[in-house]
């Protein structure tokens, strides 16, 4: 099998696993095997990472003629775990990656391969008599840095789904309030909105169908008068009200800030949650509440 083709493998292996790592509790090994970052079982394989060009060395699966390495890319805290050190986290957000370019900070490592003709790999002999495209020696670690692995085309990751989920169009849920018109003092204005508090929307990352499912997770109602009410509930209208607040005499302005959270799939698989929240805000509402007064009249007049 060349080494080629055993590339091309293990990219094709590379997603399945997306679901099970993802999943796990302990922030540590998450870190280090969520395949997004190219680790373990599902670790990234490259034929070649370009020179540092612009600041930024490049990952792909198309090497130089008679190239004699191979690479593989783990995340800082996987490369610490296999040199039996404390887990590193990474930095990916340092990191510069545009809407269809998906850049990581990563360790790259480098391993000798066999290549017809060569009899010695920087001072290392050839095995002899084994195909070439096999590899031999130890792996060689670079210090962590940003790689751009673009050209690897993994599934992805949640964090990259997640730059995505905030710049979704989401609802702007807007602010009801009852009783309609003014209000009275003593008497309690009902808040609640009634909007759309799911949405789903699918999008094309890098060739892969990502389906998002964004959920309403928590409302916070600026009541104008200089109070917030935080509910995870979106309220109703009377009688079935569950938000309500008290106001003194004057005009005000209520809005409303929603928080949404989500679950994706990547081509249907199974549902993995955004790892992160965004918020939108709702059209204002304005109105006045007054005091009513008593005033004796004479019915007989």
């Given amino acids: 099998m060349s080494r080629r083709l055993v590339l091309v493998i293990a990219a094709a292996a590379f997603f399945p696993s997306v679901v099970a790592l993802s999943a796990r509790a302990d922030d540590c090994r998450r870190l280090c095997e969520e395949p997004s970052v190219g680790v373990g079982e599902g670790s990234l394989t490259a034929a070649y990472v370009a020179a540092d060009v612009g600041g930024l060395r490049i990952a792909s699966n198309a090497a130089p003629e008679a190239h004699p390495y191979t690479y593989r890319l783990l995340s800082p805290c996987a490369a610490a775990e296999a040199a039996g050190e404390p887990c590193q986290d990474s930095d990916d957000r340092a990191c510069p990656s545009g809407p269809e370019q998906l850049v990581r900070e990563l360790v790259v490592q480098q391993r000798r391969v066999v290549v017809p003709g060569l009899t010695e790999i920087d001072g290392l002999p050839v095995p002899a008599g084994v195909p070439a495209g096999t590899q031999f020696g130890d792996w060689l670690a670079f210090p962590r840095e940003c790689i751009d692995i673009t050209a690897l085309n993994p599934a992805p990751s949640p964090d990259e789904v997640f730059r995505y989920f905030e710049r ?134």
């Fill in 168 to 301: 979704l169009p989401l609802p702007q849920l807007p602010t009801r309030q009852q009783p309609p018109g003014n209000g009275l003092v003593g008497l309690p204005v009902i808040f609640f909105t009634d909007g759309p508090t799911t949405q789903t929307y699918s999008l094309d990352i890098r060739g892969f169908t990502v389906d998002i499912v964004a959920t309403a997770q928590g409302f916070t109602w600026h009541t104008g008068d200089g109070a917030h009410l935080t509910t995870i509930d979106r309220g109703a209208p009377y009688p079935a009200h569950t938000i309500t607040h008290d106001y003194a005499s004057g005009t005000y302005t209520a809005s409303l800030t929603t928080t949404w959270g989500g679950t994706f799939t990547v081509d249907g698989s199974a549902a993995v949650d955004v790892p992160g929240s965004t918020t939108t805000d709702g059209p204002p509402v304005t109105f006045t509440v007054v005091e009513a007064r008593a005033v004796l009249t004479n019915p007989y007049d």
